[in-house]
T-cell receptor
Framework: GAGVSQSPSNKVTEKGKDVELRCDPI?????LYWYRQSLGQGLEFLIY????????KSGLPSDRFSAERTGGSVSTLTIQRTQQEDSAVYLC??????????????FGPGTRLTVL | GESVGLHLPTLSVQEGDNSIINCAYS??????FIWYKQESGKGPQFIID?????DKRQGQRVTVLLNKTVKHLSLQIAATQPGDSAVYFC????????????FGKGTKLSVIP
């Protein structure tokens, strides 16, 4: 079946520009996560959506970062006024949500963002 | 909070040998642990998980061991194959109701043919 998809796969932008990254989760998955992975590093949690609940934005590194999830499905991560330190791979994951609110997270292939 | 550390950033093994990748965590309330495999240019892929009420779980050629006393878990890969070459991450949920996965920095496994 279809997995998590992300677009674009690569994005090169100039410092100061805004970028939008898209995530299409697995159909039926109510939980959606965004992570950032810098070169050679582990995954850094950014934001979590669960159904219609208010998202957990505690991992967003600055107010230049924001995310939306429309209709409980597709999500967009927006980075305004990009900086060179924003260069990283941005990964999206989705999962079913057991009563505990957790489940195996299925990851997309990521968007590699390069800020020149 | 939770921090997840790794004993070894790189590991080279001969094809056919067994591999052991280690991970340590800090929060004694952590109750659900997952190992992911990440190949170059791809997102992490689930390998195996274990909950805190268990100390061992086996999959196909993989075994995860959990030692809650010393807050340590390991991933064992039997008869390592070239296709096992990847970066392996442990990830930890800290406590019932927690939905944030904390990832370690990863171990890069290289299999020597």
């Amino acid at each position: 079946g279809a997995g998590v998809s992300q677009s674009p796969s690569n994005k090169v932008t100039e410092k100061g520009k805004d970028v939008e990254l898209r995530c299409d989760p697995i159909s039926g998955h109510t939980a959606l996560y965004w992570y950032r992975q810098s070169l050679g590093q582990g995954l850094e949690f950014l934001i979590y959506f669960q159904g219609n609940s208010a998202p957990d934005k505690s991992g967003l590194p600055s107010d230049r970062f924001s995310a939306e999830r429309t209709g409980g499905s597709v999500s967009t991560l927006t980075i305004q006024r990009t900086q060179q330190e924003d260069s990283a791979v941005y990964l999206c994951a989705s999962s079913l949500s057991p009563p505990s609110g957790r489940g195996e997270q299925f990851f997309g292939p990521g968007t590699r963002l390069t800020v020149l | 909070g939770e921090s997840v550390g790794l004993h070894l950033p790189t590991l080279s093994v001969q094809e056919g040998d067994n591999s052991i990748i280690n991970c340590a965590y800090s929060n004694s309330a952590s109750d659900y642990f997952i190992w992911y495999k990440q190949e170059s240019g791809k997102g992490p892929q689930f390998i195996i998980d274990i909950r805190s009420n268990m100390d061992k779980r086996q999959g196909q050629r993989v075994t995860v061991l959990l030692n809650k006393t010393v807050k340590h878990l390991s991933l064992q890969i039997a008869a390592t194959q070239p296709g096992d070459s990847a970066v392996y991450f442990c990830a930890v949920y800290s406590g019932a109701g927690s939905y944030q996965l904390t990832f370690g920095k990863g171990t890069k496994l290289s299999v020597i043919p």
